[in-house]
């Protein structure tokens, strides 16, 4: 038997709670319907630890999609269908037994419109994260987990005067790192973001991409955008999704970021990231 000691112990618990908890996710021979529409077809991506992976592509080649079926949004649209596996950290979310909250827990998303609640406080809007996936907080808590989500959204220098003030007020810049402290309060594992900057300024986007850079350290980020120097200046790997001529969504080229812009593989993929889609 080996005894901890109560110094390394406390180490371990607080790095349990506040630190890394990023996993590896990945996608196996994943495709995706609405009834009889096939848009997406035996997608297989690995998206490690530490890393953040950017998807790529046309609009309507499916990388939305693909992204719902990262954490089981997907099977909440009533004529969706998917086939294949999605592994967090090798276990499948979509186990027999496994329940759906079990995946949104772990994986989190924010979207292109950022969707605060409006008239709710700043601090209430963080703690709705927990909420919406049924965790409850100790009152004691509750501040510090406000204070540090809204430190990793890099957002709490400019509201820590001003936490009782409802979402609604802020920039829409604000808006979305507020739905990134809100998506944190669950401490996920990682975190799927669907072209979060697109609404946003090109200032309110650059402290976004900040945001990214730090949080990589302990949540594994999947990106989806449409902004090729966004994904090389975000990016580790980039994964460019095509649907050609109605046939579903495939992944064409997937890599190193450097390597898919300075020297892609496939001809397409070179037309898309010189802009000549
Ligand atoms: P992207 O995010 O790459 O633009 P999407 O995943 O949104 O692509 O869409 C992929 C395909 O799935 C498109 O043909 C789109 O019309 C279709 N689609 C997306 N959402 C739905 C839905 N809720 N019902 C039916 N078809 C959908
Ligand atoms: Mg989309």
């Known amino acids: 038997m080996t005894v901890t000691p109560p110094q390394l112990a406390d180490t371990l618990v607080q ?3 506040g630190g890394d908890t990023a996993a590896t996710l990945r996608a196996d021979t994943v495709s995706a319907w609405f009834g009889d529409h096939k848009v997406l ?45 999605v592994l967090l ?6 186990d027999r037994g496994r329940r759906i ?24 809007n963080v703690l709705a994260g927990l909420k919406l996936n049924g965790i409850k907080a100790g009152r004691d808590s509750k501040d510090d987990l406000v204070e540090e989500c809204l430190t990793k959204a890099g957002l709490w220098r400019e509201v820590k005067d001003r936490l009782r003030q409802p979402g609604g007020a ?6 979305q790192r507020l739905c990134i402290a809100r998506s944190l309060a669950v ?3 990682v975190l799927l973001m669907d072209e979060p900057c697109s609404a946003l300024d090109p200032t309110s986007t650059r402290r976004i991409e900040e945001t990214i850079a730090e949080l990589k350290t302990e949540v594994t980020i999947v990106i989806v955008t449409h902004n090729m120097q966004q994904a090389a200046r975000v990016s580790d790997s980039c994964a460019f999704f ?7 969504g495939v992944i064409v080229e997937h890599g190193d970021t450097d390597a898919m812009f300075n020297a892609p593989q496939d001809s397409r993929t070179a037309d898309y990231v010189n802009g000549r889609f």
């Open 15 to 17: 790095s349990a709670v």
């Open 41 to 85: 077809d035996r997608v297989s991506l690995t998206m490690p630890a530490h890393e953040v992976t950017a998807l790529i592509g046309p609009s309507g080649c499916g990388k939305s999609t693909f992204l719902r079926t990262l954490n089981r949004m997907h099977e909440l649209i009533p004529t969706a269908a998917l086939a294949g596996r």
């Open 89 to 94: 950290d090798g276990g499948d979310i979509y």
């Open 101 to 124: 909250t079990h995946a949104r827990r772990q994986i989190g998303m924010v979207f292109q419109k950022p969707n605060p609640f409006p008239a709710m406080s700043l601090y209430d």
């Open 170 to 175: 802020l920039s829409g810049g604000q808006q």
């Open 187 to 189: 401490r996920p594992r």
């Open 242 to 248: 095509l649907a050609e001529q109605g046939t579903p």
